[in-house]
């Protein structure tokens, strides 16, 4: 039987996923071990004489019935919430994941394994992955905005970003953004940082345009300096004889052949700072984009909602682009091959 969302009719409180749950053999009536250890028998013993057998009450009922129960904290939510409003967590689309029934104090546990405090054996159980990292859902991010939304707008890998944003806000300090610095314009529309994210695309598909122009217009022209510098190699003499060379080259020659480096330079240096600034950029991004969602909620609308359709990433732009970033990449291979 599932007992997420349900209350201990001790302590009156929810049971959560990870909660070490004792059921009566006689009623049926579940317990938090902690609780049932403590009262020394079943709440409800002296109703075992009449028959009694564990009903859910009104209560509990009423606060189940067409909501979602959160496997994290036991919190009910919307239907159409799909992150726990309370701690942050991503919700099932159905119902809540089964809880596993714990064996009442003393039983055996098979083949040797250990309890471990929170209920189940370690073999079975798997840890549940927070996906706010530790932080607490009512963290204060700045601007009012706090830990529990922003993850409700991120949505896509929470872990990672609820922490780097609260280390930002605590001891200003970032991580280097590995995806980021690698797609630098891609990921910022990935992100659905859309103004920032298509100027720095421009400038990167710019860059990669330029180079393959170059590569095309001026294919003879590299042709000619690979060989003198091959030439140059195998005679032992490679100063010499790229600066021989070189000297019969004009201006505009030479700046051919320099610019393609001065354009690779260009994109690492940019892919460097991208990946030491855009996790600062994205959380200032969120909490702007979190503001304006709060401030502009009209009446009857639910903010928590907007917030977890307007949030996420954006996928298909993101293919769109790298798709785009390997015609450029390969086109004048294809075209080169065809002269």
Avoid: W
């Avoid at 013993?45 to 994290?72: F, R, V, W």
């Avoid at 993850?151 to 930002?168: E, L, M, S």
């Avoid at 909620?297 to 909602?305: R, S, V």
């Avoid at 917030?307 to 996928?315: A, E, P, R, S």
């Amino acid at each position: 039987m599932d007992y997420i969302g349900k209350k201990c009719p001790v302590c009156q409180k929810y049971f959560h996923a990870d909660d070490d749950v004792v059921v009566c053999p006689d009623c049926g009536t579940p317990h938090h071990r902690e609780c049932y250890e403590s009262l020394g028998h079943c709440s409800n013993e002296n109703l075992h004489d009449q028959g009694y057998d564990y009903q859910e009450d009104k209560e509990n009922t009423a606060e189940t019935d067409g909501m979602k129960i959160c496997p994290s904290c036991g919190h009910a939510n919307d239907n159409s919430h799909f992150f726990c409003g309370q701690c942050g967590a991503p919700l099932s689309p159905g119902q809540a994941p089964r809880q596993q029934q714990a064996p009442p104090q003393g039983a055996g546990i098979p083949f040797g394994q250990q309890q471990n405090p929170q209920g189940g054996n370690t073999a079975f159980n798997m840890p549940f992955m927070d996906p706010l990292a530790g932080v607490d859902s009512n963290t204060d991010f700045g601007d009012g905005i706090t830990a529990g939304e922003t993850a409700k707008y991120v949505k896509q890998n929470t872990p990672y970003f609820i922490r780097v944003f609260h280390n930002i806000k605590t001891m200003n300090k970032s991580k280097f953004n590995f995806a980021a610095a690698l797609f630098t314009g891609g990921y910022l529309l990935y992100r659905k940082m859309y103004k920032i994210g298509a100027v720095f695309a421009f400038i990167q598909l710019a860059l990669m345009a330029v180079e393959s122009y170059l590569t095309i217009a001026y294919s003879s022209l590299y042709t000619e300096f690979l060989n003198a510098y091959s030439q140059s190699l195998s005679s032992g003499n490679l100063t010499g004889g790229i600066t021989e060379y070189m000297q019969g080259l004009d201006a505009m020659q030479i700046l051919v052949l320099y610019l393609p480096t001065l354009v690779e330079a260009a994109r690492i240096v940019m892919m460097i700072v991208f990946g030491i600034c855009t996790n600062r950029m994205y959380f200032k991004h969120c909490k702007k984009q979190i503001k304006k969602i709060k401030e502009n909620a009209t009446l009857g609308e639910n903010p928590e909602t907007v917030l977890q359709t307007k949030g996420g990433v954006n996928t298909g732009l993101a293919i769109s682009l790298m798709i785009t970033y390997l015609v450029i990449m390969y086109l004048p291979n294809i075209i080169i091959g065809f002269m």
